[in-house]
């Protein structure tokens, strides 16, 4: 992994929203479930968690779609109300942090997941076999996943 030098800029595709990110991303990995498919009008979309603390939008006003999540929780997509490209997601039940559409970065040439998600819903196509780990459906436990993440993280930060 190359790790890229903080903070980490992005924004919206037409430029009217901008954010900057002070701390090192918490994961990143491949959704391909049926929900992230139909947003991103793609086979997957890539999330990266970030901490909410660290998050900031630098210009420009997102606007919000509310709804109910799997988790019977409510989850907010913030998109651009010029090109309607989604930005982030956060969730009520997750406030300390949120899911930032990792090709939103201004820099993308650095990501590699830590894991794919949902796989049982990828499209026929895609293959798993460079040993990323894979789940079926949304892991229970995410804290193997993102120690392996700040491992990469940490280990590029040094260079080693």
Known sequence: MRRPNLPLS??????????????????????????????????????????????RIVQGTPRGWRRPNAAESYSTSWFCGDCSGRIY????????MHFLRAGTLDDTGWLEPAAHFFTRSAQPWERFEDGTPTFETMPEDFAALRATWKAQWEAAESGA
């Open 89 to 96: 997601g956060s969730q009520d039940d997750r406030p300390e």
């Open 10 to 55: 992005g924004g919206c595709r037409c430029g009217a929203i901008r954010y900057e990110l002070t701390a090192p991303p918490l994961m990143l990995y491949a959704c391909h479930c049926t929900n992230c498919q139909r947003q991103s009008g793609s086979a997957m979309t890539l999330n990266m968690p970030v901490p909410a603390a660290a998050f």
